[in-house]
């Protein structure tokens, strides 16, 4: 009687082959299509056919349960669908609302992976070097049909992450249940509680020698970066890792096949794919798994050509990146400017970022993997640099997305399950309202910029390209190089099979 009622009350189902075929399909397209494009068929062939083995191997071995909903459950899912669609609008991809300083290198390599053969290479023939592949599917639907609107151009990328965002909550849901929507606004304003202080300068706005010091122990230096900012401004390296944790967490994957699927993120995101390693560190650390489990399958071989390809791609790159395990000789010069101000910066923001959701949550969830691997990467973003002279920290810039995506999964169980007592809940909402301080000064910034109409959003678009492109809606043909942050590199990308030099659209130091 039970049974009937159950299957009465079902208004849609989600078959779990199918989600987890879904699944393991987003995260491989792109490295397939980067062998395909990219490496000589010698090796691509087999290298790509090896990795489409192993993604079916996945799917038909994930203990994938089939999702059914209720009509209540169904609303609820897509209102967290809906709101997942309007957090990544907001960050500007189709011109709705100002886009951030980096889309003035996104755009133009976007639109010349659309325009140009692949692979892309410069003037002197090298290749251009840069975290192409989670562009890849969308740039080869638009040369497939010939779109060359720029606002199609991005719908399509716009859909092709919303893609990936449905099919991360989608297999939370798992878990969750009507929570993964709670899950989700958490995930919007989680970010590091040292944004109180970058907020609060930001909102005085000192000048003179006071700004330089607060500058360079204050907004130089942090300890990760909130979800908001990860996907409206590094959308490409951000989409696949939460796909993979996401995965991790609700479909618990067996160690044997852990390594191959976090070796899909690579060709997109490598230095946020290191907090992913630190992620499967740390959980057979805290679940005492035997190394040798997450060897024994013929997968990982697969996952090892990938991370010998990734390494022969991106150091070939002839960008000034480079690595520092200490703060000395970082080009924030901190410790020149005055060792003590640079310490004392580095602690508080410790404390604020690390500390505090450590003595919050110790108690709690001190043997959860979540927890760990949250602290052990925040951590180790005060640590490792990795980056350009005078730029941003990348490893904190990427890998904190790790961190951030495992703290909201602490607190959705916190108030979903709910877990603790309601004195040490109410103090975790006053750390979440802090910690959410930096997303919302995003969206204060982007609300003045909205724009619905075409030349409104189009003009959201070229104001960073300022002037590198044609005022008509059409992706041009030949963009000049606009005044990018970034250090253009040696040469422009071409087309390699038409081989006549295209001026490079904006092109950063790359990789980033």
């Not at 075929?21 to 790509?48: D, E, K, N, Q």
């Not at 005492?288 to 390809?309: D, E, I, M, N």
């Not at 969206?443 to 104001?463: C, G, H, V």
Request: charged fraction near 10%; include cysteine; aromatic fraction near 14%.
């Amino acid at each position: 009687m039970e049974q009937t009622r159950k299957n009465t009350d079902t208004a849609f189902t989600i078959s779990g082959r199918l989600l987890a075929s879904c699944a393991v399909a987003y995260m491989a397209l792109p490295t397939i299509l980067f062998l395909l494009g990219w490496v000589r068929p010698l090796f691509s062939v087999p290298a790509a056919m090896a990795v489409a083995a192993a993604s079916v191997l996945l799917c038909v071995k994930l203990p994938v349960p089939t999702l059914h909903f209720t009509r209540r459950q169904l609303a609820v899912y897509l209102c967290a669908l809906l709101l997942s669609l309007l957090w990544l609008l907001a960050g500007g991809i189709t011109g709705v609302a100002l886009q951030h300083a980096d889309f003035v290198v996104r755009n133009p390599i976007y639109e010349t992976l659309i325009r140009c053969d692949w692979p892309l290479a410069e003037a002197d023939g090298r290749h251009f070097i840069y975290y192409l592949a989670f562009w890849l599917p969308p740039a080869l639907i638009c040369k497939c049909f010939s779109w060359s609107d720029v606002f199609i151009a991005n719908y399509v990328l716009t859909a092709w992450i919303e893609l990936g965002l449905a099919l991360a909550l989608t297999v939370l849901w798992g878990k969750f249940r009507m929570a993964t929507l709670l899950f989700l606004v958490l995930l919007i304003f989680q970010g590091p509680l040292d944004g109180v202080v970058r907020w609060s300068v930001h909102l005085f706005n000192p000048q003179g020698q006071t700004a330089h010091e607060l500058y360079l122990t204050v907004l130089a230096f942090f300890g990760g970066v909130a979800p908001t900012m990860q996907l409206h401004y590094t959308f490409h390296h951000t989409t696949l890792l939460w796909l993979f944790l996401a995965m991790a967490v609700a479909w618990d994957i067996p160690p044997r096949h852990q390594l191959f699927l976090a070796s899909l993120c690579l060709l997109a995101s490598p230095i946020g794919s290191l907090g992913l390693l630190v992620f499967i560190a740390v959980r057979a650390l805290v679940r005492h798994t035997p190394a040798r489990q997450y060897f024994s399958s013929w997968t990982v071989l697969a996952g090892g050509a990938l991370v010998l390809l990734a390494g022969i791609y991106f150091t070939s790159s002839n960008g000034n990146n480079r690595i520092r395990l200490t703060w000395e000789d970082s080009p924030f010069d901190l410790l020149r400017h005055g060792g003590w101000k640079f310490w004392g910066a580095l602690a508080g923001s410790w404390l604020l970022t690390v500390g505090a959701p450590t003595v919050l949550l110790f108690r709690r969830f001190k043997k959860d993997d979540l927890f760990w691997t949250a602290l052990a990467v925040l951590t180790l973003t005060y640590f490792i640099y990795i980056g350009s002279v005078g730029g941003y920290n990348e490893f904190c810039y990427k890998a904190s997305s790790v961190s951030f995506f495992c703290l909201a999964l602490l607190f959705t169980r916190i108030f979903a399950e709910p877990v603790g007592t309601r004195p040490w809940r109410a103090w975790c909402v006053c750390y979440l309202a802090l910690a959410a301080l930096p997303s919302l000064s995003v969206f204060a910034k982007a609300a003045p910029t909205l724009a619905f109409t075409e030349s409104a959003r189009l003009a959201n678009m070229q104001r960073l390209w300022e002037g590198a492109t044609s005022t008509t809606r059409s992706i041009p043909g030949t963009p000049r190089c606009g005044a990018a942050e970034r250090e253009p590199p040696s040469g422009p990308p071409i087309s390699r099979k038409q081989g006549n030099p295209r001026t490079a659209p904006c092109a950063p130091s790359p990789p980033e």
